[in-house]
């Protein structure tokens, strides 16, 4: 068989009239510098970050995020006005129980978001950036989890901040404003990493986006309310040492009690248990240690996962 020779493909001439092409769409070398992984990590996380919050994507991509980050924050100022207009000593909400106090919103931005940031990339296993070198799984695992975990701070941060302008506003004590305040950040900051732990690792073990949002409400509140109603239960029937002992340890069964022993053992929060029980020094070393292996075991479990996906 001899080729045509005025057939762009070279190829022999096609008789049915349907001559196949080959066409110059403009594929060239990539010529620019090539950064190292720390810029391709800070660059996955700024788009993570951004994607947390729709920003750069459709109008309606920002819809649910801004929702929810607008509940979050009207509060505080509905707060910080009644603080100011009535000139109270101290603010009627603790900086460290307000993500307490909101915590089904918390959870409902949590389970809107953490599918959308890994499941896309699992399921059609798409990476939604160019690099310019080949990324590492931990690269790719830290860049993600640390976005998440960015997102939720700035979700639960920011109603704080305007508690904070509104003390001041108010002209309440600074020094004492300003440590629960601090406090405040350090007890969000830590609920964020184990929120996002959580969230990315239950969004990564389910097939579907929806799938995953429910799963991650369903391992936010159903835990909660159980423990919860058994924190009840012993404060009630228990003796008064052993009742007291056993509802600080079954804080540990569940993230939102969780967090919620952590930030009375060890950030001088208000405790929410039933009468107000701290749990013990025993109790709270497992509380710290549970937190620590909560982070560390959620970041094990997405290597783990996206090691099996191939990516």
């Known amino acids: 068989m001899q080729a045509d020779p005025t057939h762009p493909g070279g190829g022999p001439s096609d008789t049915s009239g349907h001559a196949a092409s080959i066409h110059n769409i403009g594929y060239r070398a990539y010529e620019g510098a090539r950064l190292g992984r720390g810029y391709a990590r800070r660059s996955l996380f700024a788009q993570s970050l951004r994607g947390g919050y729709g920003l750069g994507r459709s ?68 990476v939604p950036l160019y690099f310019s070198r080949p990324i590492e799984r931990v690269d790719y695992v830290l860049a993600k989890y640390a976005a998440m975990a960015a997102a939720l701070f700035v979700f639960t941060a920011a109603p704080l901040v305007v508690l904070y302008a509104g003390a001041l506003l108010g002209e309440l004590d600074f020094a004492e404003q300003t440590r629960d305040f601090s406090l405040g950040l350090v007890s969000v900051a830590v609920l964020s990493l184990v929120y996002a732990g959580i969230g990315l690792v239950v969004a990564a073990l389910t097939p579907r986006r929806g799938f995953g949002v429910a799963a991650i409400i369903a391992v936010l509140t159903i835990p909660y309310f159980a423990v919860s109603t058994l924190q009840f239960i012993a404060s009630e029937s228990g003796g008064a040492g052993d009742g007291t002992a056993a509802v600080g340890w079954l804080g540990l069964a569940s993230p939102g009690t969780l967090m919620s022993g952590f930030q009375a053992k060890f950030l001088d929060a208000p405790s929410d248990f039933p009468g107000g029980v701290v749990p013990s020094d025993a109790a709270g070393l497992c509380y710290l240690l549970l937190v620590l292996a909560l982070v560390a075991g959620s970041y094990a479990a997405l290597m783990a996962r996206y090691r099996k996906a191939g990516l």
Do not use: H, N
């Open 59 to 126: 109008a309606r991509s920002k819809v649910t995020p801004m929702l929810l980050f607008g509940i979050m924050c009207v509060p505080a100022l509905v707060v910080v006005a009644v603080a100011i207009t009535t000139g109270v000593d101290e603010l009627p909400v603790d900086y460290r129980a307000y993500a307490s106090f909101l915590a089904p919103v918390i959870g409902l931005y949590l389970a809107a978001m953490a599918p959308q940031s890994v499941s896309r990339d699992l399921r059609f296993r798409t």
